[in-house]
């Protein structure tokens, strides 16, 4: 897998398979011949464009990521991952999946002996966060070991519990109602594991924040994350730049304290 990189940061990413392809924007070409004509870090012309051929990296998989669900961005989804405490060997359960914005970064974090557990019911968001995992699982072939149950979080409990009877390190929630999720999923967490809830308006965060306190939860942190770029000035210098400082979401973290 390479990520090919137009000079205004368009992104797609490629599939090094030695057959012809077709990539809107791109038009046909082989992905394998391109490779033995152009090296890594070298430039390469298609369909008019200019592009630098790099290795596919997460910030690559993410810009050039199928889209149809709206996706947790690279601001919010890092913070989860940290706050969460994913790390190597952990078994992560998120839910929706959605176009997997946020599971790109959590399948990044986990090693080969994680486990993500993903769940999502609309088979046509589905098929869109597969093919971006999938994308991630050539890319990064040392990935962790993934499952994907089709269904609603809060009735998958049963299923979870038989693919993974340690318990969950992590859960990552996404979705309009958590609280039906919260509930069915909080006691799979082993002690001293987390639960995150994004919640793009303040009613979910209030009945999220609820809802884990009724499951014996502690909430850990919850808030907003602000981003605000800089840009170079037109008279020289560097500032923040002129533009939307726009809202996503607020984010609650919880915790299993007790066994
Ligand atoms: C905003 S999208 C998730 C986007 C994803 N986090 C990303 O970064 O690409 C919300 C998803 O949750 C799914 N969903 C809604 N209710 C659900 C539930 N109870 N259990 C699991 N998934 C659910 C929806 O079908 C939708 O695909």
């Not at 919010?76 to 991952?81: E, K, S």
Request: proline content about 5%; glycine content about 12%; overall charge negative.
């Amino acid at each position: 897998m390479v990520a090919l990189v137009a000079q205004d940061g368009r992104t797609w990413t490629v599939n090094v398979a030695d057959e012809d392809v077709k990539i809107k924007g791109l038009g046909v070409f082989n992905p394998a011949q391109m490779l033995e004509e152009h090296s890594v870090g070298g430039l390469v012309v298609l369909a008019g464009k200019e592009l630098t051929i790099l290795p596919a990296g997460l910030a690559e998989l993410r810009r050039g990521m199928l889209r149809r669900a709206q996706t947790i961005g690279d601001k919010d989804a890092g913070i989860l991952v940290a706050r969460l405490g994913i790390g190597r060997d952990d078994t992560v359960l998120e839910a929706g999946l959605g176009s997997a914005g946020l599971g790109l970064h959590i399948t990044r974090a986990l090693g080969p002996s994680g486990h993500h557990i993903t769940v999502e019911p609309r088979e046509e968001h589905a098929k869109v966060g597969l093919d971006n995992l999938n994308r991630a699982a050539v890319a990064w072939p040392d990935g962790p070991h993934h499952t994907h149950i089709s269904g609603l979080a809060q009735d998958v409990a049963e299923d979870v519990k038989s693919i993974a009877p340690q318990g969950l390190d992590a859960v990552a929630l996404d979705m309009a109602d958590h609280t039906p999720s919260i509930a069915a999923l909080a006691p799979l967490l082993r002690a001293g594991g987390r639960l995150a809830c994004y919640c793009p308006v303040t009613s979910q965060l209030e009945r999220a924040w609820e809802a884990c306190e009724a499951a014996g939860l502690a909430v850990d942190w919850a808030g907003e994350i602000m981003e605000r770029p800089w840009s170079r000035a037109s008279r020289g210098g560097v500032r923040p730049a002129n533009g939307p400082f726009g809202h996503t979401a607020f984010l609650l973290i919880a915790q299993r304290r007790s066994a």
